[in-house]
C-alpha cells in the first residue's frame, strides 16, 4: 500500500471518530456527563465541556458517518477502501470508534483534571492523542485495525486535531485553539 493510499484509507476508517469528537463540540452544551461531581481529590471529576448532548450527538453523527461510508463504498469503492464491511458492520464499527473516541476525551479531561490542569488549559500530547487512543482500543474488541493503519492514526491525528480545532476556533465554535 502507497503512502497516498494509507493516508487515505486510515482517514476513511477513523472518520466515524472525527466527526464524534467534531459534532460534540458543534451540539455540545446542557448537562455535564459528571453531573458537577467531585472526584476524592475534591476536583471535578472531567468538567463541564463533556455533556451529555455533545456525547449523544456525537455518537449519533458518528454512526451516520459510518451509514454514508457504507453508502459509499458500494458505489464502486471497495477496490481502494481495502474494507467491505457491510451495513451492520459499519454501524458497529461506527459506534465503537465514535464512542470510543468521545471516552478519549472524557478520559483525557479526568487526568487533566488530576493533574490540576483547568477546563480549556491545553494539555499537549494528551489533547491530541486519547481520542484516537480510546477509539483504536474500542473498536479493537470487534476489528482489529491493522497496524499500519494504527501508527498512521497515532502519527496523523495530532495534526488533524490541532488543524480541526484551529479551524473550530476561528469559527467561533471553540473557546480555545487547542
Known sequence: MDLINLLFVSFWFILPAYTANAMACIFGGGKPVDLNKNFIDQKRLIGNGVTYRGTFFGVFFGIVTAIIQYLVSNLGFKFILSFNFTLIEYVIIGFLLSFGALFGDMFGSFLKRRLGFKQGQSAPVLD???????????????????????????????????????????????????
Request: proline share 4%; no cysteine; charged share 10%.
Open 128 to 178: 491530541q492523542i486519547t481520542f484516537i487512543v480510546f477509539a483504536l482500543i474500542f473498536v479493537s474488541y470487534y476489528y482489529l485495525v491493522p497496524s499500519k493503519i494504527s501508527i498512521t492514526l497515532l502519527i496523523l491525528s495530532p495534526v488533524v486535531h490541532i488543524l480541526s480545532n484551529i479551524i473550530a476556533y476561528k469559527l467561533g465554535l471553540k473557546k480555545v485553539w487547542w
